[in-house]
C-alpha cells in the first residue's frame, strides 16, 4: 500500500440532517452514522464514495441521541442476538437495536435517563451506561443486572456513566465523579481510582495495553487492564474548551481524541502530538476501521473518511475545497475573514459540483456564511457563520467587538463593553441600572456608541434568538425540520423478482403475450432489481425506462408486482427525475388506481409519496414556487383519493396519510403560507382519521396539519379559533391519551402551537 506520511482526507459522508453524533464500523465497506436528532443512516462504500442505503425508514429515537455501536451475536442461544447488529443510544431512555439490513429489533428498556454509552462483554452480553447514574448487563433483551443507579447506596456515579467491557470480562467505568471503577461482569467492584481525572469522564476505550479515559479535563490517560496508570496525554488542555467527546486507539498503541475544539488530534506511543486535523465545527466521534482509516462525526452534518493511503485520497478539488472552509473559519494566523472579498448570494444560484461540497457566502446580514450542496434536493442548505479568529476584546471573562471607558464619576471610569449587533439603548440602560446612573448619562453613552452599533445586525440577531427560541420548544414540529420525508422502502426483493417472473411467464401464454417481457427486457428488469440492492442507480436509461413502462402496461390482475418495483424503483434520484415525472408513467399510475384492487391503490399511494420526496426539486421551488405540471399529477391523485378516505383498512389509510405528510413537507419546505395550498390536504386528513387507525396514521396526520398552522398563519388562526379546532383539538386529546411517546410529545407541541 502506498502511504502518506499523515492522515489526508478520503471522503465525505452527507447529507444529514442535524449535526453527526456518532459513528460505528460494521467493516471497511459499511458505516452507521447516528445525528442528534434520532436518524441512523447505513452506508456503503462505492470505490472512493459513500452510498446510503434506503433500509430505515424512520428514526431509531425520536429525540436526542448519544451513541451508536456495532454488537455481535456471541453465544446466540444465550443472548438471543442475530450474527451482527447495530445498537444506538439516546434520552427516550431504551437502547435500540437493528441489522445491517434494517430490521428493527425489540428495544433494551431498563434505564430512567438517557442512555449514553454501550459496549458488549467477550461472552457477548450488551452493557449501556445511562444518564441515570447505573450501568446494566443485559441478558438477550432483558435486564439482567444493574450495577448503581437510585437504589445504590454507595453512590458510585453522578450523572452520565461511560461503561467499558475489558477482554477479561471485566467492566470498566467512570462519570461526572472523575472517578473510574473496575467490575467484575457480575458487579463486584474490584478497583477504584479515585480522581482519575480533573473533570467528568467523557470516554473510555479498549488500548493494546489495557484502556484509554478522557474527559472534559481535556487529558487522556492509559492503564493497564487492572488499573494501573501507564501514561498521562495533554491533548487538548491548550483549547478555550477542553472537552474531549471521543476516543479511539490503533492497532500500533497511537490514540486519536476529537472534542469542542474542532480538531482531531493523533498521539504516538510517546504521547506527543503526532498530527492534528481542523474541522469545521466541534468533533463528536471519532473510530479506527479495520483498514486504518478513521472516521469522524462532526456537528457540520457531515462524517468523513481520512486515510494514509494514496489510493484512497480525495481529489485534489475536494481537499483544496475543504481547506478552503478550515481556512476561512479558523486557520491559524487569521485574524478575520474579508467579508468583502467572499462571493454574494448570487452564487447560490449556481449549483454545486458535487454532494457535499462546502462554498463560503458573504450573506446580507450575516457576513460569512458556510453553505454545503445537497445533490439530492438540488439546493445549498446553511451549515453556519464562518467566524474566523476573533478580533474581540475580553472583558470580565466575556468577549466583545468594543470596549469603551465611561465616567461613572468625576474620578472614577467604568470599562463598558458592547457588540455591533446590540441595541445602544438596551446596552445604556443596563450599565446606569449597574451603576445607578441619571437618565442624562444614559443618553450621553447612547450618543457615545450608537455610531459603533450596526441596527440591522441587531434586529437579524434578534431574529435568529426568536427562531431559534421558537424552534427549541418544538420536538416534532415543522415536520420539513424535525425529520422531513417519509421513504416507503420496505420490500422483499427476492420475492419481488420472483413473482415478477411467474407473472411474466403467465401473461406469454395468455393472449395479452404482446405486453410480457423478453428475454432482453427481463434481464433489463432483473438487472434493476438486482441494483436496488446497492440503494443506488448511477443514471437510469431511456431503454431501462422503456421496460419499466411496459411492467405498467401489465393487465391489472398482473400488475402488483410490476407496480412494487416501480415504487421501489422511485426511492432513486434518477428514477423519479426520469420515470416519475413521465406524464405516461403518471397515467398508467392514476388508472392501476382506479381500475385496481385496494392493494393496487395502496402501491400506488406509496409509489407517488416516494416520487414527492425523491423527484428533481427545481428553480421554481428554490424560488418557492410550486412547478405547475408536479402540482398538477398530486392534484390528480388527491382527486380519486374522496371514495377511499373513510376506511378499514390501515394499510390504505396509512398510504394516503403517508403521501399527505411528504405533500405538506414538500411545500412546506419552500415556505409557501398561502391557505388554499393546505386545505384541501387537511380536510382529506381529518376525514381519514375520523376512524381509528394505528398510531403512526394519527402521527403523520397530525403533524402535518400542525406543521401547516407552523408556516401558515392562516391556517394556524383557523386551528386556534376557526373551523379546523374541534376537529384538531379532538386529535390532540387522541395523542395525549397515546401510550405512545412521540404521540405524547406531539400533542405538546400542537397544545402549545394553537395556545391550547
Not at 461511560?162 to 465523579?177: D, K, R
Not at 471519532?286 to 480525495?314: E, F, Q
Not at 476584546?393 to 458592547?418: A, N, R
Amino acid at each position: 500500500m502506498n502511504v502518506e506520511e499523515t492522515f489526508v482526507l478520503s471522503s465525505s459522508i452527507s447529507p444529514h440532517d442535524y449535526g453527526v453524533r456518532d459513528v460505528a464500523a460494521l467493516n471497511d465497506d459499511e458505516i452507521c452514522t447516528l445525528d442528534e436528532r434520532g436518524r441512523a443512516r447505513i452506508w456503503s462504500r462505492n470505490g472512493n464514495k459513500w452510498d446510503q442505503k434506503d433500509i430505515l425508514s424512520q428514526k431509531v429515537h425520536e429525540s436526542l441521541t448519544m451513541v451508536v455501536e456495532v454488537v455481535h451475536g456471541i453465544g446466540v442461544n444465550q443472548n438471543n442476538l442475530p450474527p451482527v447488529s447495530y445498537v444506538t443510544g439516546g434520552s427516550d431512555k431504551a437502547a435500540r437495536l437493528f441489522t445491517p439490513d434494517g430490521k428493527v429489533l425489540d428495544p433494551l428498556v431498563g434505564h430512567t435517563n438517557c442512555v449514553g454509552s454501550i459496549t458488549q462483554l467477550p461472552t457477548g452480553e450488551i452493557v449501556t451506561g445511562g444518564w441515570d447514574a447505573a450501568w446494566i448487563v443485559w441478558r438477550g433483551f432483558h435486564p439482567s443486572r444493574m450495577v448503581g443507579g437510585e437504589e445504590d447506596e454507595a453512590k458510585l456515579y453522578q450523572h452520565a456513566v461511560q461503561v467499558l467491557a475489558l477482554p477479561s470480562g471485566n467492566v470498566v467505568s467512570g462519570s461526572a465523579n472523575k472517578h473510574i471503577y473496575i467490575h467484575t461482569s457480575e458487579g463486584k467492584l474490584v478497583k477504584t481510582i479515585n480522581q482519575a481525572h480533573n473533570h467528568a469522564i467523557r470516554k473510555l476505550v479498549i488500548h493494546p495495553l489495557g484502556f484509554a479515559s478522557c474527559g472534559n479535563d481535556g487529558v487522556i490517560k492509559l492503564w493497564s487492564g487492572d488499573g494501573d496508570l501507564l501514561q498521562s496525554i495533554n491533548a487538548h488542555t491548550s483549547s478555550e474548551v477542553k472537552f474531549i467527546y471521543g476516543l479511539a486507539s490503533f492497532p500500533n498503541g497511537n490514540v486519536a481524541s476529537c472534542g469542542e475544539d474542532g480538531t482531531v488530534r493523533i498521539f504516538g506511543t510517546d504521547g506527543k502530538l503526532v498530527q492534528s486535523i481542523p474541522h469545521p465545527g466541534p468533533v463528536r466521534s471519532v473510530k479506527v476501521l479495520p483498514c486504518g482509516d478513521i472516521i469522524t462525526a462532526c456537528s457540520d452534518r457531515v462524517a468523513r473518511i481520512w486515510t494514509m493511503d494514496i489510493t484512497k485520497r480525495a481529489s485534489d478539488d475536494e481537499i483544496h475545497d475543504y481547506e478552503q472552509v478550515i481556512q476561512n473559519m479558523a486557520a491559524a494566523g487569521m485574524q478575520s475573514i474579508d467579508s468583502e472579498q467572499l462571493p454574494d448570494e448570487s452564487r447560490l444560484a449556481k449549483p454545486g459540483t458535487k454532494e457535499g461540497q462546502l462554498i463560503v457566502i458573504n450573506t446580507a446580514g450575516k457576513g460569512p456564511t458556510v453553505y454545503q450542496w445537497d445533490s439530492a434536493n438540488q439546493t445549498w442548505n446553511e451549515i453556519g457563520q464562518a467566524l474566523g479568529r476573533s478580533n474581540k476584546t475580553e472583558l470580565e471573562g466575556k468577549q466583545y467587538d468594543h470596549v469603551t471607558e465611561i465616567y461613572i464619576t468625576e474620578e472614577q471610569k467604568v470599562k463598558l463593553g458592547f457588540n455591533k449587533d446590540d441595541d445602544p439603548i438596551e446596552v445604556a440602560g443596563a450599565f446606569c441600572a449597574k451603576y445607578g446612573l441619571p437618565h442624562t448619562a444614559r443618553d450621553q453613552i447612547i450618543e457615545h456608541i450608537k455610531p459603533l452599533t450596526d441596527s440591522f445586525l441587531g434586529q437579524q440577531r434578534k431574529q435568529r434568538e426568536e427562531e431559534e427560541k421558537e424552534a427549541h420548544k418544538f420536538r416534532h414540529l415543522p415536520a420539513w425540520a424535525s425529520a422531513g420525508y417519509e421513504m416507503q422502502a420496505q420490500a422483499n426483493l427476492n420475492a419481488m423478482k420472483s413473482k415478477l417472473l411467474e407473472n411474466n411467464a403467465a401473461l406469454l401464454e395468455s393472449e395479452k403475450n404482446t405486453l410480457a417481457l423478453n428475454d432482453n427486457e427481463m434481464k433489463i428488469a432483473s438487472g434493476l432489481l438486482d441494483s436496488l440492492t446497492a440503494s443506488h442507480i448511477a443514471s437510469f436509461s431511456a431503454t431501462q425506462k422503456q421496460v419499466a413502462l411496459k411492467l405498467l402496461s401489465w393487465p391489472i390482475d398482473k400488475s402488483l408486482p410490476a407496480l412494487d418495483v416501480i415504487r421501489m424503483l422511485l426511492l432513486q434520484d434518477s428514477a423519479a427525475n426520469e420515470l416519475g415525472s413521465d406524464i405516461v408513467c403518471q397515467g398508467l399510475l392514476l388508472e392501476a388506481f382506479k381500475n385496481g384492487t385496494e392493494q393496487h391503490r395502496i402501491l400506488v399511494l406509496r409509489t407517488v409519496s416516494n416520487w414527492v420526496a425523491k423527484r428533481k426539486k427545481t428553480n421554481q421551488e428554490r424560488e418557492g414556487k410550486i412547478p405547475e405540471d408536479a402540482s398538477m399529477f398530486v392534484k390528480q391523485v388527491l382527486f380519486l383519493l374522496p371514495p377511499y378516505l373513510v376506511t378499514e383498512n390501515d394499510a390504505l389509510a396509512t398510504a394516503m396519510m403517508t403521501l399527505f405528510y411528504n405533500i405538506v413537507v414538500w411545500i412546506g419546505r419552500m415556505q409557501i403560507d398561502a391557505a388554499d395550498a393546505y386545505i384541501p390536504i387537511i380536510s382529506l386528513i381529518f376525514q381519514v382519521l375520523a376512524k381509528k387507525h394505528k398510531t403512526r396514521t394519527l402521527f403523520y396526520g397530525l403533524v402535518s396539519i400542525a406543521s401547516a398552522g407552523w408556516v401558515c398563519p392562516a391556517i394556524k388562526a383557523s386551528l386556534k379559533d376557526g373551523s379546523f379546532r374541534n376537529e384538531v383539538v379532538s386529535l390532540i386529546y387522541q395523542a395525549k391519551e397515546s401510550n405512545e411517546q412521540m404521540l405524547q410529545e406531539l400533542s405538546v407541541d400542537c397544545a402549545k402551537l394553537i395556545g391550547l
